[in-house]
């Protein structure tokens, strides 16, 4: 049975809502759950066992229903399109938020109020872990479900979320500050109840500490390959991108499908994307060939091989050990961006290969490298996007030729 441990990280956690879709779609069981800040609310959905409510919030969030603050004018803020007449609300804004030490989250914990079941969570059976801070005692609180005092639930998931932006959560006569300040990532919640099997989804940082991979239970990490916008940004715009996000990267580990923005199902091997990279067009990268100094007589194929690949391998966003594939499909994501190919949904590679060769159009602009280029790493960076734009126009025109 796993654990799921949620990190915190503001508006960014729509992303968990479409990680719990997959997880949902593949049958993956849970039986506790652990967060900080928006970790911890939405943790308290996952236990309470609401996806479909939990999904509608987040498909209409706005900045109101967080913070009491006026969405036409956050929007106007936000976009920088800000007129006179704005100038006195802004500023109004402003001083009331420094006069209540803090925006004021009514809108949040009336949120919380209409969402959260205690009683139906407290009966579930299943372990809930949160992370705050006690202000007034200087103490970090690390809490499960059986620490909080009936009642008191939604008190201590606003303690954990209570961002240093936001007025303080007071609890009697006691102030919390956000658990993230402490420990945004509560995996030692759940490896101290013995799960052996943990679900991380992270929001902020990429990887684990050593701490947290050196610990006795298997970890699944699942984190965003791109960023998730700003900590703020409670737009049902942006909350909807971070679901699909949460669930097309959900898909990729527990499904073992690849791709970088795109969810491809590969089934071919490492030979056949080797073939695929040795069929990149020679005369459209007749500059490239010579800007990097490769010697005259030299064959293709160990020109792609000893020369191309490791410069792809510096200039895409894959690992230093990238395999053929990883590049090859890198190429191909970067033309199927151009070309304005559907990116939510999972593609099956043939299909997907097909349709890039059909739809994109070349950039029509090959470069040609100056010789002092050979061997400068900053400058050939400086030329990255030009020469990628290159590379790729030659695997695709290649691949359509062969």
């Known amino acids: 049975m796993y654990g799921i441990v949620l990190e915190g990280g ?47 919030i987040w498909s209409d969030i706005k900045p109101s229903r967080v913070v009491n603050i006026d969405d036409e004018l956050y929007e106007r803020v936000k976009s920088l399109k800000i007129s006179v007449d704005d100038t006195s609300s802004i500023l109004q804004s402003i001083k009331s938020i420094f006069q209540n030490h803090g925006m004021d989250t009514a809108p949040l914990h009336n949120l919380l109020s209409h969402c959260i079941d205690e009683n139906r969570i407290r009966k579930t059976g299943k372990e ?12 970090p609180l690390k809490l499960f479900l059986q ?81 998730l916008g700003s900590l703020f940004d409670f737009t049902k715009e ?27 199902e590969v089934k071919q091997d490492e030979e056949y994307f080797l073939k695929r990279l040795l069929q990149i067009d020679r005369a459209k990268l007749e500059g490239v060939h010579k800007g990097l100094g490769v010697p005259d007589g030299m064959p293709y194929s160990r020109f792609i091989l000893e020369y191309l690949a490791p410069l792809l391998a510096e ?37 997907f290969e097909r349709r890039v060769i059909k739809s994109y159009r070349p950039q029509g602009i090959k470069i040609s490298l100056p ?32």
């Open 128 to 139: 809930f872990g949160i992370v705050t801070i006690s202000l007034s005692d200087l103490t």
């Open 315 to 351: 200039l895409l966003p894959v690992t230093k050990n990238a395999s053929y594939r990883d590049l090859t499909l890198a190429l191909l994501e970067r033309a199927a961006d151009k070309a304005g190919i559907e990116r939510f949904r999972v593609h099956r590679y043939d299909e």
């Open 10 to 56: 503001g508006a960014r956690g729509a992303y968990q809502i479409g990680v719990w879709k997959a997880l949902r779609e593949l049958g993956i069981e849970y039986q506790g759950v652990a967060g900080t800040s928006v970790g911890a609310l939405n943790g308290a959905m996952m236990v309470q066992g609401d996806f479909n409510k939990a999904l509608d």
């Open 238 to 264: 942006r909350a909807g991108v971070n679901i699909e996000l949460g669930y097309y990267d959900a898909m990729k580990v527990f499904k073992g499908y690849h791709g970088i923005k795109y969810c491809i």
């Open 147 to 227: 620490d909080i005092p009936v009642g008191k639930l939604i008190d201590y998931l606003l303690a954990s979320a209570s961002m240093p932006v936001f007025q303080k959560q007071r609890i009697g006569n006691k102030a919390f500050l956000d658990g993230g300040v402490w420990d945004n990532l509560p995996i030692s919640l759940l490896a101290q109840k013995k799960y052996s099997e943990i679900i991380v989804i992270r929001l902020v940082q990429r990887g684990l500490k050593k701490r947290e991979r050196n610990l006795a239970a298997n970890v699944t990490l699942i984190k965003p390959g791109e960023s």
């Open 371 to 402: 010789t002092f280029l050979k061997g400068n790493e900053l400058l050939l960076k400086v030329k990255k996007k030009q020469l990628l734009d290159d590379i790729t126009d030659a695997l695709v025109w290649g691949i359509k030729q062969g």
